[in-house]
């Protein structure tokens, strides 16, 4: 019986934030929900990211160097070019693209809102081709355009205000039981959202990275070339503990939608896959409040 109530409060607590704000993501059309305002997001990106690259060994390989922010702008201005031709131009204009080379053994690579793009030099040997290292890139664009890192901001307010909701629920029970009802929705919101949505988004991006890199000229068939040199020839396919899809499942999602990339590059509208709802809500800046008004706090990094 405890237990249900718990789960039922902290159910309630998820969903007493109503969806403020929301918006389809370009190319693959999924509605999402974003109540903080870009020009919020993207001054605080752009101070992370000088922040980080102030300090951070940059490659000193320039050929490299020139070979990631080659493939990197390449894909960014095919990016812009689709936003102008489906009637988005606004929103090509608050990217402001940078793509730097790190050293570092770790095979990783990130992106901050507004195109702020990290490679690091230990992901390089899994791309063989320029072909494959536009996947990483398109992948991470993707992350950019779909603006995944907002959505992450936008679930954590969420979170903060159903464990407010939950703190004023269990307040005139013991102890114990807030105790319990405290970590019922630490867990759960981490498990069943946070998690979950990182590897939705992971998904997404491998999906729209696949257009960026058809309309970019690059050989889209390649991602899973890609992934399998990431693999090693190691299975495994269990995820639910990671915020990142597992290899397998990545390849299998990414043969799925190839078919549909030859399709729309086939098309003489190059429309959308999954068509955009005409009409998005938005929010104004005087509609939300970011927690503690403090940059670190915000989670604006989305890994590969």
């Not at 752009?46 to 490659?59: C, E, K, N, T, V």
């Not at 896959?273 to 009409?279: A, E, L, T």
Request: proline share 4%; charged share 20%.
């Amino acid at each position: 019986m405890k237990r249900n109530k718990i789960h039922h409060l902290l159910l309630g607590a998820l969903l007493s934030v109503g969806v403020t704000a929301c918006s389809a993501v370009p190319l693959s059309g999924r509605q999402q929900m974003n109540v903080v305002p870009d020009s919020e997001v993207l001054a605080m990106s752009a101070q992370q990211y000088r922040d980080f690259i102030s300090r951070a060994p940059l490659s000193q390989n320039q050929q490299q160097t020139q070979r990631v922010r080659t493939v990197g702008q390449r894909i960014a201005a095919a990016t812009e070019q689709y936003l102008v031709r489906s009637g988005l131009g606004q929103e090509a204009k608050k990217f402001a693209w940078e793509f730097n080379l790190v050293q570092s053994k770790s095979i990783n690579a990130w992106c901050m809102p507004g195109g702020k793009i990290v490679v690091y030099e230990g992901i390089l040997p899994y791309c063989k081709t320029d072909d494959e290292l536009a996947t990483v890139m398109a992948h991470e664009v993707a992350h950019a355009l779909a603006k995944h890192a907002n959505e992450r901001m936008s679930q954590q307010l969420m979170q903060r205000t159903g464990a407010q909701v939950l703190g004023s629920v269990l307040s005139g029970s013991s102890v114990g039981a807030q105790v319990a009802g405290g970590l019922a929705y630490s867990v759960g919101s981490k498990v069943l959202f946070e998690l979950p949505y990182s590897r939705q988004h992971e998904f997404e991006a491998d999906k729209i990275g696949l257009y960026l890199m058809a309309m970019a000229g690059y050989d889209y068939n390649q991602a899973a070339t890609f992934w399998t040199n990431m693999a090693g020839g190691r299975s495994g396919n269990s995820d639910f503990l990671s915020t990142h899809p597992a290899n397998a499942k990545r390849i299998e999602a990414i043969n799925a939608e190839i078919p549909k990339v030859q399709r729309f590059m086939g098309s003489d509208t190059k429309a959308a896959p999954n068509p955009v709802p005409k009409r998005n809500r938005a929010v104004t800046k005087e509609q939300v409040e970011i927690p503690g008004n403090n940059s670190r706090e915000v989670p604006l990094k989305t890994h590969y």
